[in-house]
């Protein structure tokens, strides 16, 4: 495990470049395996989900090459087969969720997959049952093994309708790969229609697909049979981008995110000026700063796309404890999504959650005995402690605190962080701030 040790106190100030999104250039990775040719991918940051999926791959038969520096990605699947050593699948699998989008390109690949136990954040019920329902639906049989899953297709897959029960970005994605080339029409209805699901259709599409997209949340796939490489530049990691954006407003700061995009950012942005941050977009980025006086407490729910990013939930939070007067947050995305805020709690911060739905409409969370609700108390000034970093974004909250707290902090398990963060220890010193890495 590795400690970070951080001296706060220091706005962040200066330029960092964030590259293509963690949530869509994994997926588009695995879309690489519905065809026989060469796939490019750009804009790819050097992360460790990157990492997981490139050995996932390559288990496979898939070769992949990957020029850091120009962040491009070459994939080709060649003749693909089941990995050699599901032991290999099991440890990648411990660190992501990943493995289980393989099953769709796998089954009409080799007609048969192999899906390991899964890991991944523990911030809220994540269930799997959907994919293989889905899958079975398709014509998939599934066999449970001692070390996972074994499916198979012997008559292929054949197109279904699926209704989702919400608009889960999973099980929008395992639809998308599996319907790509099912034979029939796939109507899915309460699909998501994140930024990076809706990049995740042009890489798609660009293969061959035909997929139509309705206002209603309705998702039209009709089959093919054959698709071919790609050659596409990923979005911005929006995730990325709010996170320093966040960073600068806790801190103090002043933060050009290069690379960052409007478009995928508006719910974002109109939340951030109301707070009481600033922010400038120009054409090559946006730039994030406070600008002086007090922030502005506020009510807020997170929810699905256009709404309001749960992902964006957690660092802002940090940002709000500097807020004046009371805040409320609803989150109805991820039940378990505040967990983070104990350790805030010892930094300091007045915080209180609750299992009732405040500030917002009910949500599917409601009665359910979930702690989804927090009501924040500002400004509090943040105090230097020990922290154990929870999972990918509460970690880099946790960072930020400790960015923005007096004193000096060490943040165990940073490790995480690499999941979706890229060279951010490089990033950190770009800003200014005071850290330094300790190995144990």
């Known amino acids: ?34 065809a026989p040719e060469t796939s490019t991918l750009r804009n790819v940051p050097l992360i460790r989900d990157v990492e997981v999926v490139t050995e996932l791959l390559r288990l496979h038969g898939v070769q992949v090459d990957y020029d850091q520096e120009a962040g491009t990605l070459s ?25 289980i989008l393989f099953a769709g390109p796998l089954l009409h690949n080799l007609g048969e997959a192999f899906i390991p136990d899964l890991g991944g954040c523990h911030i809220g019920d994540r269930p799997v049952n959907f994919h293989l329902n889905v899958l079975e639906d398709f014509g998939a049989k599934r066999i449970q093994e001692p070390a996972g899953m074994h499916l198979v297709a012997p008559k292929g897959l054949k197109a279904r309708p699926v209704r989702l029960p919400y608009p889960s970005v999973g099980a929008t994605e395992q639809t998308l790969l599996t319907a790509v080339m099912a034979e029939g029409i796939t ?29 209603d949340r309705t998702i039209r796939v009709e089959g093919v049979d054959r698709l071919v490489g790609f050659s596409h530049t990923a979005l911005p990691d929006r995730i990325e981008a709010g996170s320093w954006a966040c960073a600068a407003l806790a ?5 050009f ?23 400038d977009v120009r054409d090559d980025g946006i730039r994030f700063w406070h600008p002086g006086g007090e922030l502005h407490s506020m009510a807020l729910q997170t929810d699905v796309h256009p709404g309001f990013m749960t992902d964006w939930q957690q660092p802002l939070v940090v940002a709000l404890t500097q807020a004046s007067g ?5 989150e109805t995305v991820y039940e378990n999504r505040f967990g983070f805020t104990e350790a805030l709690v010892e930094m300091g911060a007045h915080i209180q959650t609750y299992r009732e739905c405040l500030g917002g409409l009910p949500c599917r969370f409601g009665q359910r005995n979930f702690y989804h609700s927090a009501v924040i108390q500002g400004p509090t000034k943040l105090h230097a402690a020990d922290i154990e970093v929870p999972d990918l974004r509460g970690g880099f909250s946790h960072l930020i605190a400790a960015l923005a707290a007096d004193g000096c902090s060490l943040v165990s398990g940073i490790d995480i962080i690499d999941r979706g963060y890229e060279h951010f220890m490089q990033k950190l010193g770009a800003l200014g701030a005071d850290v330094e890495k300790i190995a144990e």
Do not use: C, W, Y
């Not at 706005?11 to 590259?19: A, F, H, Q």
């Not at 080709?76 to 411990?94: F, I, Q, Y």
């Not at 508006?266 to 922010?279: D, E, H, P």
């Open 1 to 34: 495990m590795t400690k970070l040790r951080v001296q706060g106190g220091t706005p962040l100030s200066g330029e960092i470049t964030v590259r293509g999104a963690k949530n869509f250039v994994s997926k588009a990775m695995v879309a690489t395996l519905l």
């Open 326 to 330: 009371i805040s409320i947050v609803h």
């Open 75 to 99: 994939i080709t699947p060649g003749v693909t087969h089941l990995p050699e050593n599901p032991e290999e699948m099991d440890r990648l699998a411990g660190s992501s969720r990943i493995p």
């Open 257 to 279: 995110v290069r690379g960052a995009e409007q478009q995928a950012m508006t719910s974002f942005l109109n939340v951030f000026r109301k707070v009481g941050g600033a922010f």
């Open 251 to 255: 801190t103090g700061g002043d933060v």
């Open 187 to 215: 109507e899915l209805t309460n699909a998501a229609i994140e930024p990076e699901i809706m990049d995740l259709i042009a890489v798609l599409q660009k293969m061959g697909a035909i997929i139509s997209v309705d206002t």
